[in-house]
Protein backbone atom coordinates (compact mmCIF):
# COMPACT_ATOMS: atom_id res chain seq x y z
CA UNK A 1 0.00 0.00 0.00
CA UNK A 2 1.97 2.83 -1.28
CA UNK A 3 1.06 6.84 -2.25
CA UNK A 4 2.07 7.74 -5.80
CA UNK A 5 4.74 10.48 -4.18
CA UNK A 6 6.45 11.24 -1.08
CA UNK A 7 3.80 13.05 0.90
CA UNK A 8 4.21 14.47 4.62
CA UNK A 9 1.24 15.36 7.10
CA UNK A 10 1.35 16.85 10.33
CA UNK A 11 -0.62 15.18 13.19
CA UNK A 12 -1.51 15.98 17.09
CA UNK A 13 -2.37 13.00 19.56
CA UNK A 14 -5.13 13.67 21.03
CA UNK A 15 -4.10 13.59 24.43
CA UNK A 16 -5.76 16.58 26.08
CA UNK A 17 -9.24 16.01 23.51
CA UNK A 18 -11.91 16.75 24.80
CA UNK A 19 -15.12 18.89 24.16
CA UNK A 20 -14.89 21.58 26.84
CA UNK A 21 -16.88 23.99 24.61
CA UNK A 22 -19.69 24.97 21.57
CA UNK A 23 -18.32 26.73 18.89
CA UNK A 24 -19.96 24.47 16.21
CA UNK A 25 -23.37 22.97 15.82
CA UNK A 26 -21.53 19.24 16.80
CA UNK A 27 -20.46 19.89 19.98
CA UNK A 28 -23.67 21.12 20.91
CA UNK A 29 -25.12 18.21 23.47
CA UNK A 30 -21.79 16.75 23.58
CA UNK A 31 -19.54 18.62 26.56
CA UNK A 32 -17.47 16.09 28.53
CA UNK A 33 -19.66 13.14 26.57
CA UNK A 34 -16.52 11.21 24.60
CA UNK A 35 -14.69 8.57 25.38
CA UNK A 36 -10.61 9.37 25.44
CA UNK A 37 -10.15 5.68 25.33
CA UNK A 38 -11.81 5.33 22.16
CA UNK A 39 -10.96 8.37 20.94
CA UNK A 40 -7.05 7.85 20.96
CA UNK A 41 -7.52 4.06 18.86
CA UNK A 42 -9.44 5.69 16.31
CA UNK A 43 -6.63 8.25 16.44
CA UNK A 44 -4.15 6.14 15.91
CA UNK A 45 -6.41 3.96 13.23
CA UNK A 46 -6.21 6.95 11.26
CA UNK A 47 -2.24 7.75 11.90
CA UNK A 48 -1.58 3.79 11.23
CA UNK A 49 -2.74 3.38 7.74
CA UNK A 50 -1.73 6.98 6.72
CA UNK A 51 1.68 6.14 7.92
CA UNK A 52 1.88 3.16 5.59
CA UNK A 53 1.26 5.72 2.44
CA UNK A 54 2.77 9.03 3.26
CA UNK A 55 5.32 10.21 6.28
CA UNK A 56 3.91 11.43 9.38
CA UNK A 57 5.00 14.41 11.51
CA UNK A 58 3.68 14.46 15.12
CA UNK A 59 3.82 17.90 17.50
CA UNK A 60 2.25 17.10 20.88
CA UNK A 61 -1.22 18.51 22.10
CA UNK A 62 -1.00 21.23 24.75
CA UNK A 63 -3.56 21.31 28.13
CA UNK A 64 -6.22 23.44 27.73
CA UNK A 65 -6.45 23.70 24.19
CA UNK A 66 -8.29 20.40 23.50
CA UNK A 67 -8.60 21.16 18.99
CA UNK A 68 -5.37 21.40 18.51
CA UNK A 69 -5.99 17.67 17.77
CA UNK A 70 -7.43 19.38 14.57
CA UNK A 71 -4.27 20.38 12.90
CA UNK A 72 -5.70 21.41 9.18
CA UNK A 73 -6.40 24.29 11.10
CA UNK A 74 -3.26 25.28 12.05
CA UNK A 75 -2.57 27.11 8.73
CA UNK A 76 -1.59 27.04 4.80
CA UNK A 77 1.25 25.49 3.71
CA UNK A 78 2.33 26.18 0.61
CA UNK A 79 6.16 25.36 -0.64
CA UNK A 80 7.97 27.03 2.28
CA UNK A 81 5.59 29.30 3.64
CA UNK A 82 2.74 28.77 6.45
CA UNK A 83 0.54 31.42 6.59
CA UNK A 84 -0.82 31.30 9.99
CA UNK A 85 -4.38 30.64 11.66
CA UNK A 86 -5.69 33.04 13.32
CA UNK A 87 -8.95 31.72 14.71
CA UNK A 88 -12.08 33.44 14.97
CA UNK A 89 -13.18 31.95 18.49
CA UNK A 90 -11.21 32.96 21.75
CA UNK A 91 -11.10 29.00 22.40
CA UNK A 92 -9.07 28.18 19.74
CA UNK A 93 -6.73 31.08 19.52
CA UNK A 94 -4.25 29.95 22.29
CA UNK A 95 -2.97 27.12 19.62
CA UNK A 96 -1.51 29.97 17.43
CA UNK A 97 1.98 30.49 19.41
CA UNK A 98 2.18 26.89 19.65
CA UNK A 99 1.55 26.29 16.06
CA UNK A 100 3.34 29.21 15.02
CA UNK A 101 6.81 27.80 16.80
CA UNK A 102 6.53 24.07 15.45
CA UNK A 103 6.08 25.71 11.66
CA UNK A 104 9.40 27.52 12.23
CA UNK A 105 11.25 24.95 13.75
CA UNK A 106 10.26 22.85 10.76
CA UNK A 107 11.58 25.80 8.65
CA UNK A 108 8.97 27.26 7.38
CA UNK A 109 8.10 30.95 6.47
CA UNK A 110 5.71 31.79 9.10
CA UNK A 111 2.86 34.83 7.79
CA UNK A 112 0.18 36.35 9.96
CA UNK A 113 -3.02 37.47 9.40
CA UNK A 114 -3.77 40.89 10.99
CA UNK A 115 -5.49 40.43 14.25
CA UNK A 116 -8.86 41.41 12.95
CA UNK A 117 -8.93 39.14 9.74
CA UNK A 118 -10.21 35.63 10.95
CA UNK A 119 -8.54 32.66 8.49
CA UNK A 120 -8.54 29.00 9.72
CA UNK A 121 -5.97 27.68 7.61
CA UNK A 122 -6.28 24.44 5.31
CA UNK A 123 -9.83 23.78 7.10
CA UNK A 124 -11.26 26.97 4.60
CA UNK A 125 -8.37 26.94 2.16
CA UNK A 126 -7.91 23.92 -0.05
CA UNK A 127 -5.28 23.65 -3.15
CA UNK A 128 -6.66 22.24 -6.44
CA UNK A 129 -5.35 19.26 -7.20
CA UNK A 130 -4.78 20.24 -11.19
CA UNK A 131 -4.16 23.69 -11.33
CA UNK A 132 -2.62 26.59 -9.58
CA UNK A 133 -6.00 27.59 -7.38
CA UNK A 134 -7.00 28.30 -4.59
CA UNK A 135 -10.31 27.25 -2.78
CA UNK A 136 -11.43 29.49 -0.54
CA UNK A 137 -14.49 29.17 2.14
CA UNK A 138 -15.78 32.20 3.68
CA UNK A 139 -18.94 32.83 5.66
CA UNK A 140 -18.84 30.60 8.86
CA UNK A 141 -14.79 30.89 10.04
CA UNK A 142 -12.85 32.93 7.58
CA UNK A 143 -12.98 36.16 6.89
CA UNK A 144 -13.85 37.27 3.43
CA UNK A 145 -11.38 39.85 3.39
CA UNK A 146 -8.74 37.07 4.11
CA UNK A 147 -8.60 36.11 0.59
CA UNK A 148 -6.65 39.28 -1.27
CA UNK A 149 -3.74 38.77 1.24
CA UNK A 150 -3.64 35.13 0.76
CA UNK A 151 -3.34 35.68 -3.21
CA UNK A 152 -1.09 38.38 -2.50
CA UNK A 153 1.43 36.78 -0.23
CA UNK A 154 1.77 33.45 -2.25
CA UNK A 155 0.44 34.83 -5.50
CA UNK A 156 -2.06 32.16 -6.39
CA UNK A 157 -5.53 32.57 -7.97
CA UNK A 158 -8.17 32.46 -5.08
CA UNK A 159 -11.55 31.39 -6.21
CA UNK A 160 -13.85 32.44 -2.86
CA UNK A 161 -17.04 30.16 -2.01
CA UNK A 162 -19.57 31.46 0.10
CA UNK A 163 -20.70 28.24 3.08
CA UNK A 164 -24.26 28.23 3.47
CA UNK A 165 -25.02 25.73 5.61
CA UNK A 166 -23.68 26.44 9.62
CA UNK A 167 -23.54 22.08 9.64
CA UNK A 168 -20.19 22.72 7.43
CA UNK A 169 -18.69 25.51 9.10
CA UNK A 170 -14.88 24.83 7.02
CA UNK A 171 -14.52 24.36 3.40
CA UNK A 172 -13.18 20.86 4.23
CA UNK A 173 -16.19 19.52 5.94
CA UNK A 174 -17.74 19.62 2.45
CA UNK A 175 -15.32 20.16 -0.32
CA UNK A 176 -12.59 17.67 -1.36
CA UNK A 177 -10.11 18.37 -4.12
CA UNK A 178 -8.96 15.19 -5.19
CA UNK A 179 -5.66 13.42 -7.16
CA UNK A 180 -6.22 14.24 -11.36
CA UNK A 181 -8.81 17.43 -10.93
CA UNK A 182 -11.74 15.41 -9.27
CA UNK A 183 -13.47 17.07 -6.89
CA UNK A 184 -15.99 15.57 -4.19
CA UNK A 185 -18.63 18.09 -2.54
CA UNK A 186 -21.93 18.93 -1.46
CA UNK A 187 -23.69 21.73 -3.33
CA UNK A 188 -26.12 22.19 -0.22
CA UNK A 189 -23.40 23.48 1.75
CA UNK A 190 -22.98 26.22 -0.72
CA UNK A 191 -24.80 29.13 -1.82
CA UNK A 192 -26.03 29.28 -5.70
CA UNK A 193 -23.31 31.89 -6.84
CA UNK A 194 -20.63 29.41 -5.46
CA UNK A 195 -22.44 26.12 -6.63
CA UNK A 196 -21.97 27.89 -10.05
CA UNK A 197 -18.38 28.93 -9.28
CA UNK A 198 -17.81 25.38 -8.74
CA UNK A 199 -19.95 24.15 -11.71
CA UNK A 200 -17.98 26.83 -14.24
CA UNK A 201 -14.33 25.90 -12.87
CA UNK A 202 -14.92 21.74 -12.77
CA UNK A 203 -15.75 19.75 -15.98
CA UNK A 204 -18.74 17.44 -14.73
CA UNK A 205 -16.94 14.39 -15.32
CA UNK A 206 -14.58 15.09 -12.76
CA UNK A 207 -17.25 16.17 -10.60
CA UNK A 208 -18.38 13.61 -7.45
CA UNK A 209 -21.44 15.09 -6.01
CA UNK A 210 -22.14 14.29 -2.16
CA UNK A 211 -25.23 13.54 -1.13
CA UNK A 212 -26.87 14.88 1.96
CA UNK A 213 -26.33 11.37 4.14
CA UNK A 214 -22.47 11.32 3.38
CA UNK A 215 -21.96 14.72 3.75
CA UNK A 216 -23.51 14.38 7.04
CA UNK A 217 -21.25 11.80 7.77
CA UNK A 218 -18.22 14.05 6.48
CA UNK A 219 -17.29 11.91 4.03
CA UNK A 220 -15.61 15.21 1.90
CA UNK A 221 -13.44 15.47 5.41
CA UNK A 222 -11.27 12.99 3.71
CA UNK A 223 -7.36 12.74 3.00
CA UNK A 224 -6.21 12.38 -0.32
CA UNK A 225 -2.94 10.57 -0.18
CA UNK A 226 -1.89 9.88 -4.17
CA UNK A 227 -4.74 7.41 -5.48
CA UNK A 228 -5.87 7.01 -1.78
CA UNK A 229 -8.93 8.17 0.37
CA UNK A 230 -9.05 8.05 4.21
CA UNK A 231 -12.23 9.19 5.27
CA UNK A 232 -14.71 8.38 8.07
CA UNK A 233 -17.67 7.25 6.16
CA UNK A 234 -18.75 5.71 2.83
CA UNK A 235 -22.38 4.89 1.11
CA UNK A 236 -22.03 1.86 -1.21
CA UNK A 237 -22.60 4.49 -4.49
CA UNK A 238 -19.76 6.67 -3.09
CA UNK A 239 -17.52 4.23 -2.71
CA UNK A 240 -17.89 2.85 -6.21
CA UNK A 241 -17.94 6.38 -7.60
CA UNK A 242 -14.19 6.95 -5.73
CA UNK A 243 -13.39 3.36 -7.09
CA UNK A 244 -14.70 3.99 -10.33
CA UNK A 245 -11.82 6.72 -10.65
CA UNK A 246 -8.86 4.68 -9.65
CA UNK A 247 -9.05 5.57 -5.53
CA UNK A 248 -8.49 2.53 -3.28
CA UNK A 249 -11.10 3.80 -0.37
CA UNK A 250 -10.02 3.53 3.26
CA UNK A 251 -13.06 3.84 6.03
CA UNK A 252 -12.34 4.48 9.24
CA UNK A 253 -14.21 5.26 11.82
CA UNK A 254 -13.97 8.53 13.59
CA UNK A 255 -17.16 9.02 15.56
CA UNK A 256 -15.57 10.59 18.75
CA UNK A 257 -14.29 13.47 16.49
CA UNK A 258 -17.42 13.48 14.94
CA UNK A 259 -18.69 15.11 18.12
CA UNK A 260 -16.36 17.93 17.86
CA UNK A 261 -17.11 18.56 14.29
CA UNK A 262 -14.01 16.96 12.46
CA UNK A 263 -13.15 13.56 10.67
CA UNK A 264 -10.12 12.28 9.08
CA UNK A 265 -9.08 15.51 6.53
CA UNK A 266 -9.23 18.12 10.29
CA UNK A 267 -6.86 15.69 11.87
CA UNK A 268 -4.36 16.48 9.07
CA UNK A 269 -2.24 19.06 7.41
CA UNK A 270 -0.60 18.43 4.50
CA UNK A 271 3.18 20.11 4.89
CA UNK A 272 4.68 19.33 1.27
CA UNK A 273 2.12 21.22 -1.19
CA UNK A 274 4.99 22.28 -3.90
CA UNK A 275 4.20 25.29 -6.09
CA UNK A 276 3.11 24.52 -9.99
CA UNK A 277 4.44 26.98 -11.34
CA UNK A 278 7.48 29.40 -10.43
CA UNK A 279 5.98 32.45 -8.24
CA UNK A 280 4.94 35.07 -10.25
CA UNK A 281 5.81 33.06 -13.65
CA UNK A 282 2.44 33.24 -14.96
CA UNK A 283 0.66 36.16 -13.94
CA UNK A 284 1.90 39.94 -13.26
CA UNK A 285 -0.27 40.83 -11.02
CA UNK A 286 0.15 39.86 -6.89
CA UNK A 287 -3.59 39.48 -6.22
CA UNK A 288 -5.61 37.35 -8.11
CA UNK A 289 -9.16 36.83 -6.77
CA UNK A 290 -12.20 35.28 -8.60
CA UNK A 291 -15.61 35.80 -6.96
Excluded at 97 to 117: C, K, N, S, T, Y
Excluded at 259 to 274: I, M, N, Q, S
Aim: proline fraction near 7%; include cysteine; charge should be negative.
Amino acid sequence: MKADRHDVFLMCPPTHFEVSYVINPWMAGNVALGDPLLAARQWHALRDVLGRLAEVREMPGVPGVPDMVFTANAGLVLGDTVVLSRFLHPERQAEEPHFARWFAGQGLRVLRMPDEIAFEGAGDALLDRLGEVLWMGYGHRTDVRAAPMVAGWLDIEVQSLKLADPRFYHLDTCFCPLEGGYLMYYPGAFDLASQQAIARRVPAQRRIVVEADDALAFACNTVNAGQHVLLNQASPDLRTQLEGRGFTVHQLPLSEFMRAGGAAKCLTLKLTEPRRHAAGASDPGAMRLSA
